[in-house]
T-cell receptor
C-alpha cells in the first residue's frame, strides 16, 4: 500500500537555525498538510496546500513557517528561525481530494536546543 | 468553532475484554468525524470515519463507532481487544471531510494479559 514518507525521522537543531522537514506524499494525491504534536499535547493543524498554494492555515503557522512543493514529489515545511517551543513531532499528510481521508506519515521529531 | 473532548487520557483493559473510548465534540455546523490510531513510533492511521449515512461505522481491526448527534458523541468500541491494540487513539472532527482536522488529546489504550 502506498504511504507518505517523511525524512529525517529525528532532527536536532540549535535555536535560531533554519530547518527544513521533508515529505513525499502519496503520488496521486493532490492535497497536502502539515500537523504538529508537542509532547503531551494534542495533534494540531498547521497548514493545507493545494494547487501550489496554501488553502488554509492555523494561527500557529506564522511568518516563521513556509511550505513548498519544489518538484512533483516533495512537500517541505521550513521553519526560518527555530525557537525552543518549536520542538515537536511534525506530521505530513496527503489526501486524494478534499473529500478523502488523510494519510499520515510517521512524523519527524524536531528537537530545538 | 469546533472542539473535541476525549474524556479518558488512559484506559487500561485486559486482553479479550470489551473497550469503549469516549469522544464528544462541539460544533455549530455539520461535521465529519474520524478515529485515528497511533502505534508506538508510527504515524497516524485512519481507523474509521463518519461522513454521512448509517450512524454505526465499522473500521479496521474490528473497531466500530456510533455517531450520536443528540449527544454529540462518537465513541469507539471493540468487543474483544488484543495486546496488539495497545496504542494511542485520537478522535478528530472536521467541517470538511478532509483538511483542517481538529484532534482530541488522545486516549492511551493499554491492553494487558
Amino acid at each position: 500500500e502506498p504511504e507518505v514518507t517523511q525524512t529525517p525521522s529525528h532532527q536536532v537543531t540549535q535555536m535560531g537555525q533554519e530547518v527544513i522537514l521533508r515529505c513525499v506524499p502519496i503520488s496521486n494525491h493532490l492535497y497536502f498538510y502539515w500537523y504538529r504534536q508537542i509532547l503531551g499535547q494534542k495533534v494540531e493543524f498547521l497548514v493545507s496546500f493545494y494547487n501550489n498554494e496554501i488553502s488554509e492555515k492555523s494561527e500557529i503557522f506564522d511568518d516563521q513557517f513556509s511550505v513548498e512543493r519544489p518538484d512533483g514529489s516533495n512537500f517541505t515545511l521550513k521553519i526560518r528561525s527555530t525557537k525552543l517551543e518549536d520542538s515537536a513531532m511534525y506530521f505530513c499528510a496527503s489526501s486524494e481530494d478534499h473529500n478523502s481521508p488523510l494519510h499520515f506519515g510517521n512524523g519527524t521529531r524536531l528537537t530545538v536546543t | 468553532a469546533q472542539s473535541v473532548t476525549q474524556l479518558d487520557s488512559q484506559v487500561p483493559v485486559f486482553e479479550e475484554a470489551p473497550v469503549e473510548l469516549r469522544c464528544n465534540y462541539s460544533s455549530s455546523v455539520s461535521v465529519y468525524l474520524f478515529w485515528y490510531v497511533q502505534y508506538p513510533n508510527q504515524g497516524l492511521q485512519l481507523l474509521l470515519k463518519y461522513l454521512s449515512g448509517s450512524t454505526l461505522v465499522k473500521g479496521i481491526n474490528g473497531f466500530e463507532a456510533e455517531f450520536n448527534k443528540s449527544q454529540t458523541s462518537f465513541h469507539l468500541r471493540k468487543p474483544s481487544v488484543h495486546i496488539s491494540d495497545t496504542a494511542e487513539y485520537f478522535c478528530a472532527v472536521s467541517e470538511n471531510s478532509g483538511y483542517a482536522l481538529n484532534f482530541g488529546k488522545g486516549t492511551s489504550l493499554l491492553v494487558t494479559p
